[in-house]
């Protein structure tokens, strides 16, 4: 069964610019959710998507949105990207049916660096 | 609002030593997850054990457990005869019990670097 794969692995990009990632979940996986990790704040939650719809979002400005299609996959955008959003973005996926399976399965992350 | 406090930043041991990672939380929930990942070089994020409050028998997983304290809100990660292996990035994270409805969040503490010594 393949993992969650997250694209592209590294990415530079200039401020104000904007980007988009992307993650497929693992196969049968409804549930997306994205971290944000920075040695100076850790780990943040983004948002979640299940079933094409934003269910959660985390306390971001509203220059990160993203965005989940019928198969799964989802895509996280940030836009007039600012030097403190470089960061390894990660995804997670989850089956969410219960007792073993609310496990978070994690891509290897994106490496994004704005420069 | 939920909050996980790693007070070690760093710990050392030497190979087949026995370490213990400490984690703390805050919550006013009742149901809830606790997870402890591992995170090495590589980026990607492992789970490493999982514990349902719920449940009063302390989670193992092989040559890892938990010392789950809900009354005192404590989380702590044992790794017995460590290995070179286990040399990664531990975090300590949270999660309510409502990933059903609308919730499913992982709330992480600040991360524990381990380093195993041949």
């Known amino acids: 069964k393949a993992g969650v794969t997250q694209t592209p692995r590294y990415l530079i990009k200039t401020r104000g610019q904007q980007v988009t990632l992307s993650c497929s979940p693992i196969?049968?996986?409804?549930?997306v959710s994205w971290y944000q990790q920075t040695p100076g704040q850790g780990l943040q939650f983004l948002f979640e998507?299940?079933?094409?719809?934003?269910?959660n979002k985390g306390n971001f400005p509203g220059r990160f949105s993203g965005r989940q299609f019928s198969n799964s996959r989802s895509e996280m955008n940030v836009s007039t990207l600012e030097l403190g959003d470089s960061a390894l973005y990660l995804c997670a996926s989850s089956s969410l049916t219960g007792g073993a399976n609310t496990e978070a399965f994690f891509g290897q992350g994106t490496r994004l660096t704005v420069v | 609002a939920q909050t996980v406090t790693q007070s070690q930043p760093e710990m050392s041991v030497q190979e087949a030593e026995t370490v213990t990672l400490s984690c703390t939380y805050d919550t006013s929930e009742s149901n809830y997850y606790l997870f402890w990942y591992k995170q090495p070089p590589s980026r990607q994020m492992i789970l490493v054990i999982r514990?349902?409050?719920?449940k009063q028998q302390n989670a193992t997983e092989n040559r890892f457990s938990v010392n789950f304290q809900k009354a005192a809100k404590s989380f702590s990660l044992k790794i017995s005869d460590s290995q070179l292996g286990d040399t990664a990035m531990y975090f300590c994270?949270?999660?309510?019990?409502?990933?059903?409805?609308?919730?499913?969040?992982?709330?992480w503490g600040a991360g524990t670097k381990l380093i195993i010594k041949p």
């Open positions: 994270a949270f999660m309510k019990h409502e990933w059903r409805r609308s919730n499913y969040q992982l709330i």
């Open positions: 196969s049968g996986h409804r549930s």
């Open positions: 514990q349902e409050a719920y």
């Open positions: 998507y299940f079933s094409e719809t934003q269910r």
